[in-house]
C-alpha cells in the first residue's frame, strides 16, 4: 500500500538549492524524505547531495510541514557538527 501524495519542494538553503520530496504514510507507515541538491553539493546530512530519511509517520507534519522539517534538520545539524558548506577543491 503506497502513501499520500507525494510532495515537491524546491527551496535555497545557505545558498545551495535544493528539491525535497516528501512522501507523507509510505508503505502505510512511514514518513520519507528526500533530498538532492544542484551539483550534489554536500550538506550537514548528506556529503554527496543526496539524502534518503524514513521517520515514524507524522513526525514531518508535527514539525510544520516538509520545508520546515528539512530546514530544521539542516540547521541543528550544521550546528552540531560545526559544517561551513565550505567545499574543497583538489585542483
Avoid at 535555497?12 to 520519507?32: A, N, V
Avoid at 547531495?49 to 509517520?57: Q, T
Avoid at 514539525?63 to 530544521?72: C, D, P, Q, R
Amino acid at each position: 500500500m503506497e502513501g499520500k501524495d507525494m510532495e515537491t519542494h524546491n527551496i535555497t538553503w545557505r545558498s545551495i538549492g535544493l528539491e525535497i520530496t516528501f512522501t507523507p504514510e509510505k508503505f502505510g507507515m512511514t514518513d520519507h524524505i528526500e533530498l538532492r541538491t544542484e551539483g550534489r553539493h554536500p550538506l550537514p546530512v548528506t556529503e554527496t547531495g543526496y539524502r534518503s530519511h524514513f521517520m515514524p509517520s507524522g513526525t514531518v507534519e508535527a514539525h510544520g510541514g516538509a520545508v520546515a522539517f528539512v530546514t530544521s534538520w539542516l540547521e541543528h545539524e550544521a550546528k552540531r557538527t560545526r559544517w561551513s558548506g565550505a567545499q574543497l577543491s583538489l585542483f
